[in-house]
């Protein structure tokens, strides 16, 4: 895969896509919250150790995603994939290129807080095991957050703030 593929194909950080660098597990989606960014709302992902931590796949349209599942109207606005810090919501910057992941065949791009957050500076990325651009992350996307509906109304409110 060229690195035109990759900006354009495998952008969202699922699951299995993304290690911590410090206990070698992957980052998995364990709620939704509000941080510092220009669509607020979004996945925090955290690994098995607790240090890692990830906020990303934000909603760029919360009102219409609500209203999808409250009146099935689509869709359409997506997801914004940029990686931000789940300690102090700064940008992730790449580290290091080629870096092994514990007990795995594959090679991590290594990312750090640009802020340097002592726990998020061992954060291994896996590009090709991203989610792909497209229909259907989209609708990965619509269908977790489903399941914080009640959390992502709360959070839209004007003046609301986590409750982690």
């Known amino acids: 895969m060229n690195f035109k593929q990759y900006l354009n ?17 992957t980052l998995r989606a364990v709620d939704v919250i509000r941080g510092n960014h220009m669509y607020p709302i979004g996945q925090l992902l955290r690994c098995q150790c607790g240090k890692s ?4 796949n934000t909603i760029r349209d919360p009102e219409r995603l609500i209203d999808h599942y409250e009146t099935g109207a689509e869709y359409t606005k997506g997801f914004c994939n940029d990686k931000r810090c789940g300690y102090c919501f700064a940008y992730l910057d790449p580290l290091l290129n080629g870096v092994d992941v514990l007990n795995a065949e594959y090679k991590a791009d ?10 998020n500076q061992n954060l291994l990325a896996v590009g090709q095991l991203n ?18 509906l009640d959390k992502i109304k709360m959070l839209s409110t004007p003046g609301a703030h986590n409750e982690l």
Not at 9 to 25: A, M, N, T, V, Y
């Open 53 to 56: 931590r990830i906020f990303t």
């Open 110 to 119: 290594q990312l750090g807080c640009t802020k340097h957050c002592e726990n």
């Open 9 to 25: 194909e495998w952008k969202h950080i699922g699951d299995d896509s993304c290690f911590c660098g410090h206990c070698g597990s």
């Open 131 to 148: 989610l792909p651009e497209g229909d259907s992350t989209r609708q990965h996307f619509i269908d977790f957050y489903k399941r914080y």
